[in-house]
């Protein structure tokens, strides 16, 4: 249940609190479900997804299910704009320090969604356009999120998306994905070993205390961002996350 404000408006919480839990839902939710959720009366539910339809925040489905709607998209893509556009400085110190392109991703459903870059000046380089859609399991940053989810979200995660595997080295199972995951917890980042494209390594970091799942992360051919390119890069992606933390939560 989503935690209430001090001095906040009852009807917008709640309004909120029906959104976030379509969203926590995988985007497709019963009324019978969102019920079982929350503590908020049944008619109260009904009432606030009836206003959210008709503003077309949320959508009925032909199998009565709820869904988020498509108004919400342009907030979403004004919001990653303005996270971009705040999180640019940052990527560009990691740039001129590590020489490396790097790039900011938030979660968006079950894909992440790249919010900025900051480009290497190198000619060749690993190249991710802003606004593309990416799975989890097998990019940097997407590994970085699912570290931060419990098993059994990241199991039905991949139980809707499948996992496919776009190189030899890409991971294909759960259990394997799994293993992975605990090793990036215990070590507090993720690599991508040329899992989204063969030559190309990346390290990750999600970003911590974020209003909304972010990761960041820096990428390049892998005879250039090697095992001791990556001692130098977790650093430097510690302290741009925490930086970027601090302006998401600025004010």
């Known amino acids: 249940m989503a935690t209430k404000s001090p001095g906040g408006v009852q ?6 609190e029906i ?3 379509i969203t926590d839902t995988g985007g497709e939710v019963t009324l019978s479900e969102l019920a079982a959720s929350t503590a908020l009366p049944l008619p109260t539910i009904h009432r606030l997804l009836r206003t959210l339809v008709s503003l077309g925040y949320a959508r009925q489905l032909p199998n009565r299910q709820y869904s988020l709607g498509p108004r919400l998209i342009r907030l979403g893509e004004q919001a990653n704009r303005q996270l971009g556009t705040l999180a ?4 560009r110190r990691l740039v001129t320090t590590l020489g ?3 790039n900011l991703a938030t979660l968006d459903g079950d894909q992440v969604v790249y919010v900025a870059q900051a480009p290497s000046a190198h000619s060749m380089r690993m190249f991710t356009e802003v606004g593309r859609r990416a799975p989890l399991h097998n990019t940097g940053v997407g590994k970085a999120l699912l570290a931060d989810l419990p098993d ?11 996992m496919p595997t776009p190189t030899e080295f890409s991971i294909g199972t759960p259990e394997a994905l799994l293993d992975e995951l605990a090793l990036i917890r215990e070590r507090g980042y993720s690599i991508d070993e040329q899992e989204q494209e063969v030559g190309v390594r990346c390290y990750a970091m999600a970003v911590p205390g974020t209003p909304v ?3 960041v992360s820096v990428s390049g051919p892998v005879s250039r961002v090697t095992e ?6 977790v650093p430097m992606l510690r302290e741009v996350g925490a930086a970027i933390a601090v302006g998401m939560n600025a004010g």
């Open 88 to 91: 640019l400085p940052e990527l």
């Open 228 to 233: 001791e390119f990556g001692t130098r890069a």
């Open 100 to 102: 490396e392109s790097a």
């Open 152 to 162: 059994d979200e990241v199991r039905a995660i991949v139980a809707r998306t499948g």
């Open 19 to 21: 959104l976030e839990l």
């Open 11 to 16: 009807s917008v919480e709640r309004v909120f």
């Open 213 to 215: 799942p972010t990761a």
